[in-house]
């Protein structure tokens, strides 16, 4: 890790399923580690989406066994290290916590555990120090596992789609964010903003109409529109980074975009 920056956490969350939290979260990795960064992706999502997307082994499940989910349990206490699988080594690296299938219980079983909402900051804690970057893909949910993201992260970022109904799946989120924030955060997290995810080009009129709303949105500024593309599925089958996979598509620009946006904040 470069010694001039601090790791920062960042939570890619939105409760409306399907809207490019894992596809973001992928393509934001290969940027930043395509910049010479080393990015710890977690896969907080029970789906195993970004270890299905990385193509990288789901975690072992079982008493005693070292995963994610023992994590959040308080049952493995040690380093993230210790979950850590290595994807690639392009200028710099990603790493995977990678799903388990276990996973599927944590909801049921990190509600009854004490701290409750704070099992992966303090999981999370052993990665400061040791990765530039933490990105979390977390579920299509407002439960125990997205208050853990939003309490573990140093920032949000929100992949959204020009649609109505993501206007409205934010009138959700922020509240959610701003009580996570009121109760169980010392500093507040910080909202990096918008990724618009799965553009149609040309914009159709409700399309356009949905970007002047987001617009208007205070201090939720639109980070980068990703457009549809077929380059996002194809990288996803290969298990690759788009912005390693298609290094000259508009696709891998906005992750480059969306890493400087980053990289300005953790200086
Ligand atoms: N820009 C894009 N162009 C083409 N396909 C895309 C694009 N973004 C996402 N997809 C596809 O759309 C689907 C949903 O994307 P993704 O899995 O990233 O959403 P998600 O918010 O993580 O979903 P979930 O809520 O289930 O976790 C995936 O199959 C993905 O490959
Ligand atoms: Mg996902």
């Given at each position: 890790m470069d010694a001039s920056t601090t790791t920062r956490i960042t939570a890619v969350t939105n409760q409306k399923g399907g809207v490019g939290k894992t596809v973001t979260t992928i393509g934001l990795a290969g940027a930043l580690a395509e910049a010479g960064r080393s990015v710890l992706v977690v896969?907080?999502?029970?789906?195993g989406h970004a270890t299905d997307g990385l193509k990288v082994p789901q975690a072992p499940s079982g008493n005693g066994v070292p995963n994610l989910y023992r994590a959040l349990i308080g049952e493995f206490t040690g380093p993230v290290a210790d979950l850590a699988v290595t994807h690639s080594q392009p200028a710099g690296r990603i790493d995977v916590v990678p799903n388990a299938f276990e996973m599927f219980m944590a909801v049921r079983d990190v509600d009854k555990v004490k701290a409750r909402e704070q099992r992966l900051a303090k999981l999370l804690n052993s990665a400061r120090g040791v990765w530039d970057y933490v990105l979390i893909d977390s579920p299509p949910s407002l439960d125990i596992l997205t208050d853990n993201a939003l309490t573990a992260a140093d920032g949000v970022l929100i992949p959204v789609e020009a649609e109505d109904s993501s206007l409205k799946a934010l009138e959700l989120l922020l509240p959610q964010v701003a009580s996570v924030d009121a109760d169980l955060r010392i500093k507040p997290l910080e909202l990096h903003g918008l990724v618009v995810n799965r553009l149609r080009r040309p914009p159709s009129l409700l399309a356009q109409s949905v970007l002047k709303e987001f617009a208007t949105l205070d201090g939720l500024p639109v980070l980068a529109t990703v457009p549809l593309g077929v380059v996002i599925t194809e990288a996803w089958r290969y298990g690759r980074t788009v912005v390693d996979y298609a290094p000259e598509s508009e696709h891998a620009s906005a992750y480059r975009s969306i890493a400087e946006t980053l990289e300005g904040v953790a200086r």
């Amino acid at each position: 890790m470069d010694a001039s920056t601090t790791t920062r956490i960042t939570a890619v969350t939105n409760q409306k399923g399907g809207v490019g939290k894992t596809v973001t979260t992928i393509g934001l990795a290969g940027a930043l580690a395509e910049a010479g960064r080393s990015v710890l992706v977690v896969d907080l999502d029970p789906q195993g989406h970004a270890t299905d997307g990385l193509k990288v082994p789901q975690a072992p499940s079982g008493n005693g066994v070292p995963n994610l989910y023992r994590a959040l349990i308080g049952e493995f206490t040690g380093p993230v290290a210790d979950l850590a699988v290595t994807h690639s080594q392009p200028a710099g690296r990603i790493d995977v916590v990678p799903n388990a299938f276990e996973m599927f219980m944590a909801v049921r079983d990190v509600d009854k555990v004490k701290a409750r909402e704070q099992r992966l900051a303090k999981l999370l804690n052993s990665a400061r120090g040791v990765w530039d970057y933490v990105l979390i893909d977390s579920p299509p949910s407002l439960d125990i596992l997205t208050d853990n993201a939003l309490t573990a992260a140093d920032g949000v970022l929100i992949p959204v789609e020009a649609e109505d109904s993501s206007l409205k799946a934010l009138e959700l989120l922020l509240p959610q964010v701003a009580s996570v924030d009121a109760d169980l955060r010392i500093k507040p997290l910080e909202l990096h903003g918008l990724v618009v995810n799965r553009l149609r080009r040309p914009p159709s009129l409700l399309a356009q109409s949905v970007l002047k709303e987001f617009a208007t949105l205070d201090g939720l500024p639109v980070l980068a529109t990703v457009p549809l593309g077929v380059v996002i599925t194809e990288a996803w089958r290969y298990g690759r980074t788009v912005v390693d996979y298609a290094p000259e598509s508009e696709h891998a620009s906005a992750y480059r975009s969306i890493a400087e946006t980053l990289e300005g904040v953790a200086r």
